[in-house]
Structure formats: structure tokens, C-alpha cells
């Protein structure tokens, strides 16, 4: 690697938690990376240090203003003991874009990925095996510089954190219900959609929290000028299998360019799938089912992989899709992906790094 960090070992290392209950986001390794920027060093004096609390101002700008941005990776532990990460460089390319819309300072995509590659290595011993099991990187950049005002912060800290978890959702693989949302919305064009803040899903708390008085998991968004056209499941990108073709909004300003939904679609495509980028209006969905074409439906993302969707809400109208299983393409996918993420299967799409 071409950056190497200083290491301050923990005194008081943690007991690992029981693999069987680890849950989403709820546990932390012993360390944890740290790295200042000001405007006459650049990025300096990055280290590993152990897990725990950061002091910041109450004038630090990443409080009043929501500077700051994250990033959502994985690292997972294969039979034969090697650690591999799952297309990091698409983070750290993605990364620099939210920086850059939100007047972050551009951070040099090898310095990302060694600082997140030593990190993992160093606490290896803490990745889950089996049964969906993974260890969840949180790196993200904030702005502590001290003032109040809107302007372009001068100094930040870039973090990175890990968490050992199980599967996002608690049922697996099993398909969830989504809220059609038709009151509130996730981003509109101009805005940051496109962007990894945390200002996009905070923006999202009350619709969720909405879908799940109503009984649902999730809420599914429509576009933020007409709320006609389908965007984006929560935090993850939406496909639809409609009469064979499968079907997934474009990328645009509004919706996150995601990392599996981009494997995914090379996959679809290289099986000889009929796979489109496209608007699809929430309409579009309702008749396809009526007319017996809505084969199936899932989200992909980093956490979840591959969740398949089995019913939307949608005013008084309820879509079920699939009789409420999980769709052959849904099951194909999350097999492959998850395969080649854990050494499982053969890599044939040269997805994966080693981490040494």
C-alpha cells in the first residue's frame, strides 16, 4: 500500500458479540481510522485509533449545516480464511462526487480505500461468517471547523468505523411491503438525490416511520416534480420485472447511483436478460399487474443485497406481486452476488479485492 498509518492499540479490547443475534449496526470493533483536513495541510495525519467517542464544538458546522457526507461498504470472510471487500473503488469514485456537491475536499481514491483496506485488516477477527453475515464499513467526512454562518467549511475529519452484522432486514430474503408514497418526497431534481448525505434520509424519517404504523417495511418513493414515476425503495434502488423485462429507474440527479444495482445490472445482462434503464410510472406497475406481466420486484443495495418486494400499498389499492415470494430473478441474483462477495463462487466478473 502506498500509505501506511500509525496504529494506537486499544487497552481494553471488547468481547465479540454472540454471532447469532448481531442484528444491523448494533455492535463496533475495538478501532477505528481518523483523519484531519485543513486548507494548508490537505488530508494529514491519518491513524488507527480505538473505538469511541470524538469531541466536537457546538459551533462545528457539521451540526447546523449538514456538512458531511458517508459511504456504505462491506468486507466478508471466505472459507479459507481471506478477507474481501466487494468493489470498493465505485465508494471511493462516488465518494469524491458527494464531495464535490457538498464542498467537501476531494480525498485521493487510494488514500480511501488504504485507509479503509488497513483498517479492515487490522480488525479482521471481527468479521462474521455465514448465514448473510458480514462486517459493515461506515467510513464518512464531516466538517468541524468552528463558525456559524453558510459558507464552505476549511476543516474536517474523515472517519471510518466497523460494525458486524447479520442481515438487514430480519426475514432475510423473505419479501417485504412498501408504502407507495405519495405525500412527501426524497429528492427533486437540482437537489442532492444523487448524493451519499445524510440529509436524504433524515429527510425520509416521517414517510418511513408512516409506512410502518400502516404495516408496512418500507416506502416506496415517486419522483419529486409529478409523483407519478417510481425512484427508489427507502434507501435502495427499485427493479421491476414487467412481462420478462426487468426494469429499474435511470440514475439521474435524484436517485443514488448504487453499487449492486450497477452489478446487478451487468449480471442481468450478461444471463441475456431483457434489462432496461428507464422511468416507470407507479401506473405503469398497477396494470402490469392487472394484466398478470408483474413477474416480480426487489431493491438492491449494501446492506440488504437483493430484497425481494411481495406487495406495494398504493392509496386503496394493494399490488401483490409474485403471490408474495421471492421472484426466481430476485433468488438468481442474491445467489450469485452473494457468492461471489464470500469467495463462494467464482469471481468471473473481477469484482472482489483482497484485503492483505
Not at 419479501?175 to 437537489?191: D, S
Not at 417495511?217 to 416534480?225: E, Y
Request: proline fraction near 5%.
Amino acid at each position: 500500500m502506498k500509505y501506511n498509518f500509525e496504529i494506537q492499540k486499544t487497552t481494553a479490547p471488547k468481547a465479540k458479540p454472540d454471532q447469532n443475534a448481531l442484528g444491523f449496526g448494533k455492535y463496533f470493533s475495538d478501532h477505528m481510522f481518523i483523519m484531519e483536513y485543513s486548507a494548508d495541510k490537505g488530508w494529514h495525519d491519518g491513524k488507527i485509533v480505538p473505538y469511541g467517542p470524538i469531541s466536537l464544538d457546538p459551533a462545528a458546522a457539521v451540526l447546523h449545516y449538514a456538512v458531511e457526507m458517508f459511504e456504505g461498504m462491506k468486507a466478508y470472510k471466505t472459507n479459507d480464511g481471506r478477507v474481501l471487500m466487494f468493489r470498493p473503488e465505485m465508494n471511493a469514485k462516488r465518494a469524491n462526487i458527494t464531495n464535490e456537491r457538498m464542498c467537501i475536499p476531494q480525498i485521493d481514491e487510494e488514500l480511501f480505500l488504504s485507509a479503509i483496506k488497513t483498517l479492515v485488516d487490522y480488525e479482521k477477527d471481527w468479521i462474521p461468517q455465514g448465514g448473510g453475515k458480514s462486517l459493515y464499513i461506515r467510513p464518512f467526512i464531516i466538517a468541524d471547523e468552528v463558525f456559524i454562518g453558510l459558507k464552505p467549511a476549511q476543516h474536517f475529519l474523515f472517519i471510518v468505523f466497523l460494525s458486524p452484522v447479520a442481515s438487514y432486514y430480519p426475514g432475510g430474503l423473505s419479501p417485504t411491503k412498501l408504502l407507495v408514497e405519495e405525500e412527501y418526497i426524497r429528492a427533486a431534481p437540482g437537489g442532492t438525490g444523487f448524493a451519499k448525505v445524510g440529509g436524504n434520509y433524515a429527510a425520509t424519517l416521517r414517510a418511513q416511520q408512516k409506512a410502518m404504523d400502516m404495516g408496512c417495511d418500507q416506502v416506496l418513493w415517486l419522483d419529486g416534480v409529478e409523483k407519478k414515476y417510481i425512484e427508489e425503495v427507502g434507501a435502495s434502488n427499485a427493479f421491476f420485472v414487467i412481462d420478462g423485462e426487468v426494469v429499474t429507474p435511470p440514475a439521474g440527479g435524484t436517485i443514488l447511483k448504487g453499487v449492486t444495482r450497477d452489478s446487478v445490472l451487468q449480471l442481468l445482462k450478461k444471463w441475456g436478460y431483457k434489462a432496461s434503464e428507464r422511468r416507470v410510472s407507479i401506473d405503469e406497475v398497477y396494470e402490469a399487474s392487472k394484466a398478470g406481466k408483474l413477474n416480480e420486484a426487489f431493491a438492491t443495495g449494501t446492506a440488504a443485497v437483493i430484497s425481494p418486494i411481495g406487495e406495494l400499498v398504493w392509496g386503496d389499492k394493494n399490488i401483490v406481486i409474485n403471490d408474495k415470494k421471492t421472484g426466481e430473478i430476485s433468488q438468481k441474483l442474491y445467489d450469485e452476488l452473494y457468492g461471489i462477495q464470500t469467495g463462494e463462487k467464482e469471481d468471473h466478473m473481477g469484482w472482489t479485492v483482497e484485503v492483505k
